[in-house]
């Protein structure tokens, strides 16, 4: 079965990084778009980082500079590589993956999740 398994979440004061890993099974990571979201308390889900499956990133606005999404082909994994966080950084961390070459705009269009990891700034 597909699976997305997360890892790496904790708590962490400001200032500080941390570094999430999404290992993939039964599918590699190199030929779909993989994306990071988060859910925040008060807030929906929303999206922080994607890799196309040629390489390309995308990131919003609220990470740029702070936060790097990479991925292992080897290991068929993708992390995240989060510095100089924030409280307002706290929330579920997500990955998942949409099963198309370029990262879609839509939520609706990822077809399958992890469960998460929970990332807490304080």
């Known amino acids: 079965d597909v699976q997305l398994v997360e890892s790496g979440g904790g708590w962490v004061q400001a200032g500080g990084s941390l570094r999430l890993a999404c290992v993939a099974s039964e599918f590699t990571v190199s030929t779909d778009c993989m994306t990071w979201f988060r859910q925040v308390p008060g807030r929906g889900r929303e999206g922080v980082a994607g890799?196309?499956?040629?390489?390309?990133?995308e990131y919003a606005d609220f990470v740029k500079g702070r936060f790097t999404i990479l991925k292992d082909e080897a290991k068929n994994t993708v992390y995240l590589q989060m510095n100089s966080l924030k409280p307002e950084d706290t929330g579920m961390y997500y990955c998942?993956?949409?099963?198309?070459?370029?990262?879609?705009?839509?939520?609706?269009?990822?077809?399958?999740w992890g469960l998460g990891t929970q990332v807490t700034v304080s």
């Open positions: 890799i196309d499956s040629d390489g390309t990133t």
């Open positions: 998942a993956v949409s099963w198309e070459r370029l990262c879609p705009p839509d939520q609706a269009d990822f077809a399958f």
